[in-house]
């Protein structure tokens, strides 16, 4: 499967994705062999690429690894900086998507559901044809599911709303649409408990990722030491980065 299919709109959202990609084929390429100076850097490039393509900037301290010079210690600090960051996206996507559920009360989802059992009646009694009939009956039961959860996602709502639109172009008879009045009374009854729903605080800025912060390992020089030029101690003259 191509990784770069099907890519979320959202920057954040396909990070993640490409990075699941990445890692899964970096874990997979180690179990089928013992080459960590090829698979280790091929991993650290592509996400880096990733980042970078994608604006997250929490990982602009990372330079991209040249040949198969990657130190051991800079990679396992990379990989928990990308868990840090991954961790960071997923609690504020949770909170993006959760904004476009709302709960409902034991009485507004006995409406909804009666509503639903009347749409299902009229679509039955249309001259539409089977096949389209059974995409809206599948349709209808995914979202009479949806409604007994403690809160639903409103693309159900979207779903239905498309599938009675094209049902509506196919049959041109006047009356012979009355599931629109059903349909009406559902989405009254989302506004209703939208509008009742407690007012959350705005969601954090999505953009706005925290780098972590850090000492990174000193690079190595030829003789395969720490590199330290000016001969003191080197934990004194370690930097903290910011990112």
Same mark, same amino acid.
């Given at each position: 499967?191509?990784?770069?299919?099907?890519? @979320?709109?959202?920057?954040?959202?396909? &990070?993640?994705? %490409?990075?699941?990609? &990445?890692?899964?084929?970096? $874990?997979?390429?180690?179990?089928? +062999?013992? !080459?960590?100076?090829?698979?280790?850097?091929?991993?650290?490039?592509?996400?880096?690429?990733?980042?970078?393509?994608?604006?997250?900037?929490?990982?602009?301290?990372?330079?991209?690894?040249?040949? !198969?010079? %990657?130190?051991?210690?800079?990679? #396992?600090? &990379?990989?928990?900086?990308?868990?840090?960051?991954?961790?960071?996206?997923?609690?504020? @996507?949770?909170?993006?998507?959760?904004?476009?559920?709302?709960?409902?009360?034991? $009485?507004?989802?006995?409406?909804?559901?009666?509503?639903?059992?009347?749409?299902?009646?009229?679509?039955?009694? #249309?001259?539409?044809?089977?096949?389209?009939?059974?995409?809206?009956?599948?349709?209808?039961? !995914?979202?009479?599911?949806? =409604? @007994?959860?403690?809160?639903?996602?409103?693309?159900?709502?979207?779903? %239905?709303?498309?599938?009675?639109? +094209?049902?509506?172009?196919?049959?041109?008879?006047?009356?012979?649409?009355?599931?629109?009045?059903?349909?009406?009374?559902?989405? +009254?009854?989302?506004?209703?408990?939208?509008?009742?729903?407690?007012?959350?605080?705005?969601?954090?800025?999505?953009?706005? =990722?925290?780098?972590?912060?850090?000492?990174?390992?000193?690079?190595?020089?030829?003789?395969?030491?720490? @590199? !330290?030029? #000016? +001969?003191?101690?080197? #934990?004194? %003259?370690?930097?903290?980065?910011? &990112?």
């Amino acid at each position: 499967m191509n990784p770069y299919d099907d890519l @979320s709109d959202d920057d954040q959202i396909a &990070f993640l994705q %490409l990075e699941h990609e &990445f890692r899964t084929q970096f $874990e997979t390429d180690m179990e089928d +062999g013992d !080459n960590w100076n090829w698979y280790a850097p091929d991993y650290m490039s592509k996400v880096l690429a990733a980042a970078r393509q994608l604006n997250i900037e929490a990982l602009d301290a990372y330079q991209t690894p040249i040949g !198969n010079t %990657l130190d051991g210690g800079v990679f #396992s600090t &990379f990989m928990r900086d990308v868990d840090y960051i991954k961790v960071q996206i997923r609690i504020m @996507s949770s909170r993006r998507v959760g904004k476009m559920k709302v709960g409902f009360t034991a $009485e507004q989802k006995t409406k909804l559901h009666g509503y639903i059992e009347r749409m299902r009646q009229e679509i039955q009694q #249309s001259e539409t044809n089977e096949n389209k009939k059974d995409a809206i009956y599948k349709i209808l039961a !995914n979202l009479n599911d949806e =409604i @007994s959860k403690d809160r639903t996602k409103y693309e159900r709502l979207a779903d %239905l709303a498309r599938s009675l639109a +094209g049902l509506s172009k196919e049959v041109e008879r006047e009356g012979a649409q009355p599931w629109w009045k059903w349909f009406k009374l559902m989405a +009254g009854v989302v506004d209703d408990a939208k509008e009742n729903e407690p007012k959350l605080p705005p969601v954090q800025e999505t953009k706005r =990722i925290e780098a972590p912060r850090k000492e990174l390992p000193k690079p190595m020089d030829s003789g395969g030491h720490n @590199s !330290n030029k #000016s +001969g003191g101690n080197e #934990s004194e %003259l370690d930097d903290e980065i910011p &990112f």
